[in-house]
């Protein structure tokens, strides 16, 4: 299986920061990496597709980046509802795989 | 609006199975493939495997593969995950999701998850 690798696991930030988490694949996946928004208790958002596609609905203060094993999600100003997890997912192989996720909380 | 209604809480006894629905809803089922995604408690996000609801063809991830079997009804535009020999690490949210995108590449709609505890 194709290992996705998040980091940071969790950061702390204040509202209005920038906020960068890395994704890394164990192999080259192209373009097929997808980001998800997931706050407590509830399900999965997709934010991003194609590395770096914003899904309808997302706001634009979100953008993706990259290509091969090494991808990024950039908040350019973080708001009061930002604070969640994030995940990663890869779709290039029949087996999907999603990273460990990155925690932002509020500084 | 697509919606994806997923059936209620259960609990388990080791050993035994569960079958948990996903009815969808607001767009064209057969048009598209259900995925199945797994989180235990403070997890990371596990795919399971999907479905395509217009032929019955499936593919399954190698962790659950021989335990887990996904299956739909055309005509109550519903699919359905069964996860048997189930043990205590099986405690999870289980999720359904649409795949769309190019190439059936991502899950744009997720139904709202449905916990399966297993205890004895």
């Known amino acids: 299986d194709i290992q996705m690798t998040q980091s940071p696991s969790s950061l702390s930030a204040s509202v209005g920061d920038r906020v960068t988490i890395t994704c890394r694949a164990s192999q080259s996946i192209s373009s097929y990496l997808n980001w998800y928004q997931q706050k407590s208790g509830k399900a999965p958002k997709l934010l991003i597709f194609?590395?770096?596609i914003l899904q309808s609905g997302v706001p634009s203060r979100f953008s993706g980046s990259g290509s091969g094993t090494d991808f990024t999600l950039t908040i350019s100003s973080l708001q009061p509802e930002d604070f969640a997890t994030y995940y990663c997912?890869?779709?290039?192989?029949?087996?999907?795989?999603f990273g460990q996720g990155t925690k932002v909380e509020i500084k | 609006q697509v919606q994806l209604v997923q059936s209620g809480a259960e609990m388990k006894k080791p050993g035994a199975s569960v079958k948990v629905s996903c009815k969808a809803s607001?767009?064209?089922?057969?048009?598209?493939?259900i995925h199945w995604v797994r989180q235990a408690p403070g997890q990371r996000l596990e795919w399971m495997g999907w479905i395509s609801a217009a032929n019955g063809n499936t593919k399954y991830s190698q962790k659950f593969q021989g335990r887990v079997t996904i299956t739909r009804d055309t005509s109550a535009t519903t699919a359905y995950m069964e996860l048997s020999s189930l043990r205590s690490e099986d405690t999870a949210v289980f999720y359904c999701?649409?795949?769309?995108?190019?190439?059936?590449?991502?899950?744009?709609?997720w139904g709202q998850g449905t916990l399966v505890t297993v205890s004895s």
């Open positions: 194609a590395a770096s």
């Open positions: 997912q890869q779709s290039y192989s029949t087996l999907w795989t």
């Open positions: 607001g767009y064209t089922f057969t048009n598209y493939l």
């Open positions: 999701a649409r795949a769309s995108c190019s190439g059936d590449s991502c899950l744009d709609n």
